[in-house]
Antibody, heavy 119, light 106 residues
């Protein structure tokens, strides 16, 4: 079955760019009808949707982060990525990637990766 | 679209029937999903389109509602059900989640 795995630095300095990658295994990122999402969860808090991408490259972003977020896809590597620039301590969170089945539900999630913003 | 869950926390006994509600700030048809999250783990899909259980989810879980008001019911709590539950709407971007309901053992 499809599995997702986040990877990237666990520590980012303030004002720098947070960069994470989500590797898709057990299936193709080019599958029709699936959007690929990033979600974050601040320590001890709820879930916040960051944005998603279709394999064609079409993206949707949360307006609360829109100006700082870029999500991209690399179909040759079967992965998608998140860049969040100008980070502050408020961006410290566990970042999850997840698969969205035709806007019905998120059925596959990565384990999540903790990113701490600190100097 | 804002989703408001109630209660924010709940204490119950094994075997109890519990209900969690999720209210949307505007109509979302049946584009409502429930997730269960255990500490240190990603959310797990529990119910989609407000009332549909994916394969493998025990039948003690059920969901109902449409439009703006939704409920998640656990008919007879089991020890493994003590976790945090989130609702999510996929009707309109940006997707949003409720603030969560933490279900604890009494």
């Amino acid at each position: 079955q499809v599995q997702l795995q986040e990877s990237g630095p666990g520590l980012v300095e303030p004002s720098q760019t947070l960069s994470l990658t989500c590797a898709v295994s057990g299936g193709s990122i080019r599958s029709d009808g699936y959007y690929w999402n990033w979600i974050r969860q601040h320590p001890g808090k709820g879930l916040e949707w960051i944005g998603n991408i279709y394999y064609s490259g079409h993206t949707n972003y949360n307006p609360s982060l829109n100006s700082r977020v870029t999500i991209s896809v690399d179909t040759s590597k079967n992965q998608f990525s998140l860049n969040l620039n100008s980070v502050t301590a408020a961006d410290t969170a566990v970042y999850f990637c997840a698969r969205d089945h035709q806007h019905w539900y998120f059925d596959v999630w990565g384990r999540g990766t903790l990113v701490t913003v600190s100097s | 679209i804002q989703l408001t869950q109630s209660p924010s926390s709940l204490s119950a006994f094994v075997g109890d029937r519990v209900t969690i509600t999720c209210r949307a700030s505007q109509g979302i048809s049946s584009y409502l999903v429930w997730y269960q999250q255990e500490p240190g783990k990603p959310p797990k899909l529990l119910i989609y389109t407000a009332s549909t259980l994916p394969g493998g989810v025990p039948s003690r879980f059920s969901g109902s509602g449409s439009g703006t008001d939704f409920t998640l019911t656990i008919s007879s709590l089991q020890p493994e059900d003590f976790a945090t539950y989130y609702c999510q709407q996929l009707h309109t971007y940006p997707y949003t989640f409720g603030q969560g309901t933490k279900l604890e053992i009494k």
